[in-house]
């Protein structure tokens, strides 16, 4: 499945609605994922504004955490009628709230629950369902742990797998030990993938750059990254040419803030914070030499709020 060579993690307070707007700008062919939406704020909150995207992230996922069938469905109903490209079911995030919620990696443990769950949420909408899961959990070291878990799962009929290739320990760790302590295990992602050629196996975990990602996808049909793009976005600059022969018009840095810049002021004037939309800014100067200096001036800008006369400072810094 080419659409996912190279997807941006879901990350809480990270991947918003604003940065994919900034991603989107970024690479065309990016595939995106919203944070993870609970269906129990969905179902018992009504929480609906979690489901907001600009019509230019596409392609972008939502997706839901939770372990109960009919409201997952539900939750990927109304997904479906917001215009979402594919359900994912988070069963990889081992914070306590999630565990006692009994959804994300706890979940690995009972794949006829996820495979009833998938299967309940493909009946009820047109959109392909996928699964983000870890390698195992606690001390389910055994890759067969894992091809069971896909096996199960697989059966129901869910064709794609986002594998975050480390363990998840459920006592004892942070998520964010959790994305750090367990070792990666690439290798037993490869050989999922070899076992499973109808699956598409989409690698993810510790991958740093598009050279890392380009050899993954010798032996995998995706790679995800969370962490490295975010801090540094303009990574994903070269993805539509390197990865998908696309001799599009890059845009450069300046075409880049310009345009997001836009886009801020618009939705600021419609109520959207300041701050949250700024902040993604951070990691847009990476690695150039007025990186501290722009980083300072986005700082300011969200402190006085005022885009119109900081404009023309951003611009020159980046
Ligand atoms: C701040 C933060 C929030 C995250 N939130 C989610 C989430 O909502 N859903 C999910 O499946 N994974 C979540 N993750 C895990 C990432 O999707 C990813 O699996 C993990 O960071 C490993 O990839 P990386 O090494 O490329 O960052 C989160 C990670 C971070 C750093």
């Known amino acids: 499945m080419d659409s996912h060579k190279i997807c941006v993690a879901p990350m809480m307070q990270y991947t918003d609605m604003h940065d994919r707007f900034l991603l989107r700008l970024i ?4 595939f995106l994922y919203t944070e993870m939406i609970s269906t129990g ?5 009504n929480c609906l504004n979690q489901f907001d995207f600009n019509n230019e992230e596409h392609p972008v996922g939502v997706q839901l955490g939770g372990s109960n069938p009919k409201h997952l469905a539900e939750c990927a ?3 479906e009628k917001y215009g979402y490209d594919e359900i994912n079911l988070n069963v990889g995030c081992p914070s306590e709230r999630v565990q006692k919620g009994r959804f994300g990696a706890c979940l690995m443990l009972e794949p006829e629950l996820v495979a009833e769950c998938v299967s309940e949420m493909s009946k009820s909408v047109d959109l392909p369902v996928t699964v983000k899961c870890r390698l195992g959990i606690d001390d389910r070291e055994d890759y067969e742990f894992l091809s069971n878990f896909v096996e199960i ?8 797998f986002i594998v975050h290739a480390r363990n998840g320990l459920l006592k004892g760790l942070s998520p964010r030990q959790n994305r750090n ?4 295990k690439y290798d037993y992602v490869y050989r999922l993938k070899q076992e499973n050629k109808d699956l598409n196996i989409i690698i993810n975990g510790g991958i740093k750059d598009l050279t890392e990602s380009k050899n993954h996808l010798e032996k995998v049909d995706g790679v995800m990254i969370g962490r490295a793009s975010y801090d540094n976005p303009f ?3 070269d993805v539509d040419e ?5 001799t599009t018009n890059r845009k450069n840095k300046v075409e880049i803030l310009n345009e997001y810049l836009d886009y801020v002021t618009v939705m600021h004037s419609k109520g959207h914070d300041l701050s949250r939309m700024l902040k993604h800014l951070f990691g847009l100067s990476k690695g150039d030499t007025q990186a501290k200096a722009f980083r300072r001036k ?7 709020g005022d885009i119109v006369n900081s404009r023309n400072e951003l611009i020159a810094l980046i």
Request: no cysteine; aromatic share 6%.
């Open 235 to 237: 990574m994903l600059a």
């Open 298 to 304: 986005v700082h300011e800008t969200i402190l006085d």
């Open 77 to 79: 109903k109304v997904a």
């Open 242 to 246: 390197l990865i998908f022969n696309e």
């Open 153 to 160: 799962v697989k059966s129901a009929g869910v064709s794609t």
């Open 41 to 45: 704020s969905i179902i018992f909150g």
């Open 27 to 30: 690479s065309k062919n990016i």
């Open 181 to 184: 302590i367990p070792p990666l």
